[in-house]
């Protein structure tokens, strides 16, 4: 039986998006989202630079940095990893939320371009965003960056990504991330939570495309790196601080929620907002005053600001 769900009607033109399983449009929908990118443009006030990185082995991978027009110090910086599900290319939408973040919040931000699965299987694209970390570091002062002050945020997929950079991070480096901003992360791989159960078919995103999801990211195995994949039994101490968004009706709501109360057991200075009548992916709005919202809240965050109750 289907569900009705009682959706924030800047959101409903959502709904449209439902799906069972996506495979057999990945191909057709990365060309066009690849297509779509051409056009993507920062906010008034940013811009784009486009560069080619050694990724993981040493295959090339794109980034963007989005900077100021005008700025004649080194900004704080933000790795930003789009969401996906670790196999569809990121839109136009990443790009402007992400600018609209950087503009508010005096950042300048890397947006990546990892590879995806199932062609690039786990840990590929985790390894390449790593990798773009170090490039930050490594590249900091022609980027404008801060290096001892960067950031790592990222949407749905992304945002499990961001979290595996910031435990590589930690235990390569031996380094602290700044912040972590991650809105409706992919968090568990055991996929057992009460959201996971019930919302077999809410828009955009579902359990039934998250065990897909799953089976697709893992097809080749953990290699003995499960816990930077799948975080809810990992060893997140010395974590940094963290900003999490969730969504009412999305099947990863509650894992999202465990991981705050995680981080939050270990003393983690945790920011939460969790949103109602909202459904995944909802940063493609980004028209919307739900979305002006996020992007306000977001940029507190960054700038240290933010107050710990929602509004």
């Not at 590929?124 to 170090?134: M, R």
């Not at 996971?196 to 990211?217: A, F, R």
């Not at 975080?231 to 999490?244: A, G, H």
């Amino acid at each position: 039986m289907i569900m009705t769900y009682d959706i924030d009607k800047e959101l409903r033109i959502l709904k449209a998006l439902t799906y069972e399983k996506f495979s057999k449009r990945r191909r057709i929908t990365n060309i066009l989202m690849n297509f779509s990118m051409i056009f993507a443009k920062p906010v008034k006030g940013m811009k784009i630079k486009k560069y080619s990185i050694k990724g993981y082995r040493d295959h090339r991978i794109k980034v963007y940095l989005i900077k100021h027009r005008k700025q004649n110090n080194l900004k704080k910086g933000l790795l930003y990893l789009h969401g996906g599900s670790f196999q569809l290319e990121g839109t136009p939408f990443h790009i402007r939320n992400l600018s609209k973040i950087a503009l508010n919040s005096g950042y300048n931000a890397v947006y990546v371009k990892y590879k995806l699965a199932p062609k690039y299987a786990f840990p590929e694209g985790l390894e390449d965003s790593y990798k773009a970390y170090i490039w930050i570091k490594e590249n900091a002062d022609k980027l404008n960056i801060d290096k001892n002050s960067i950031a790592v945020g990222g949407d749905s997929a992304g945002g499990n990504l961001a979290i595996g950079v910031t435990l590589l991070v930690r235990d390569r480096l031996k380094e602290k991330v700044n912040k972590v901003l991650l809105f409706y992360p992919v968090i568990d791989h055991r996929q057992v939570t009460n959201s996971i159960k019930i919302y077999t078919d809410t828009p955009v995103w579902n359990s039934l495309l998250n065990k897909d999801m799953w089976e697709t990211y893992l097809i080749n195995g953990d290699f003995g790196m499960i816990e930077y994949a799948s975080f809810i039994n990992s060893n997140l101490r010395d974590f940094p601080e963290t900003y999490i968004e969730t969504a009412e009706y999305d099947c990863l709501r509650d894992e999202g929620i465990l991981f705050a109360e995680r981080l939050k057991s270990l003393n983690v200075k945790v920011y939460e907002r969790h949103t109602k009548h909202s459904v995944h992916g909802y940063d493609g709005v980004f028209y919307s005053k739900f979305m002006k919202r996020r992007i306000k809240d977001r940029s507190a965050f960054l700038l240290g600001v933010l107050n710990d109750e929602e509004n």
